[in-house]
């Protein structure tokens, strides 16, 4: 039974430009069912490179701004006699919707111009599955829409989804739910690095980082959370890595 799913609706994502939506005359399907790695580093070698400039979110005041003071350990925790997969799933519903508003007032700045690949850092650059599942470099506008869309069919999915009384989760939601995490989580990490500018300009930066600790502390807690593929080849962080290990230092988020 999912009471929590069944109570808050069906939600419907701001609706985004038709052009970039994934239909099947575009040669790209749904993700790999795989939550393993799906990125480059086409410039990176095995030598370290000079640092260049540290990234705006990293710098203060901007990386202690937030909504949210001490920690994020009772907000993630499941409410008593809360099912564990209804907690998780309302969760990503939730963070899902909150990113796409975030998302939806970038738009403008997130161009096929601006943003020719779905870049995460200076190295960085996340694939997308073409229909012959080979990993090709797309624009990020055209990603995340094919993420978003993606991810809105999940939700509508009662199979995956349930929201009826007696239905309960399939067996394969853990690795369903460790599949949305990493794609919403690679969205955070482009606007991170691309748009913290813009999100600036917009004053809502103290939003977006409470938005974004919440998310990485509520992985953490469920297991969720993968940090690899934002290594270079140094075993070095790189981006929103970054973020995170600093978020620790200052107490932001637990070790």
Not at 103 to 110: I, K, M, P, Q, R
Not at 115 to 127: R, V
Not at 158 to 175: H, L, M
Not at 206 to 224: M, R
């Amino acid at each position: 039974m999912s009471g929590f799913l069944n109570s808050i609706g069906r939600l419907r994502a701001p609706k985004r430009s038709p052009g970039n939506t994934p239909t099947s005359s575009t040669g790209y399907f749904e993700p790999l069912p795989s939550p393993g790695l799906e990125f480059t580093n086409p410039h990176q070698s095995s030598h370290p490179t000079s640092p260049g400039p540290k990234p705006l979110y990293l710098c203060q005041p901007f990386v202690k701004a937030a909504l949210v003071k001490g920690s994020f350990k009772t907000i993630v925790a499941p409410p008593k006699y809360v099912d564990v997969n209804e907690w998780v799933a309302v969760n990503l519903f939730d963070f899902y919707h909150n990113l796409n508003h975030f998302y939806g007032a970038l738009t403008d700045f997130c161009t096929l111009q601006h943003c020719p690949t779905m870049s995460a850092g200076p190295t960085l650059n996340f694939l997308w599955p073409d229909q012959n599942q080979r990993l090709v470099s797309l624009p990020a506008p055209t990603y995340i829409d094919f993420v978003m869309s993606w991810l809105q069919k999940l939700l509508d999915d009662e199979n995956v989804f349930p929201t009826k009384s007696g239905r309960d989760f399939p067996n394969s939601f853990a690795y369903t739910a460790k599949h949305i995490y990493k794609h919403l989580f690679r969205i955070f990490a482009h606007l991170y690095h691309a748009h913290f500018e813009q999100i600036l300009h917009l004053s809502i930066e103290a939003h977006f980082n409470s938005l974004f600790a919440h998310f990485l502390a509520f992985g953490k807690e469920f297991d969720l959370l993968v940090l690899k593929d934002l290594m270079t080849n140094q075993g070095m962080g790189q981006g929103v890595a970054e973020l995170s290990e600093r978020w620790r230092e200052m107490g932001i988020l637990e070790g």
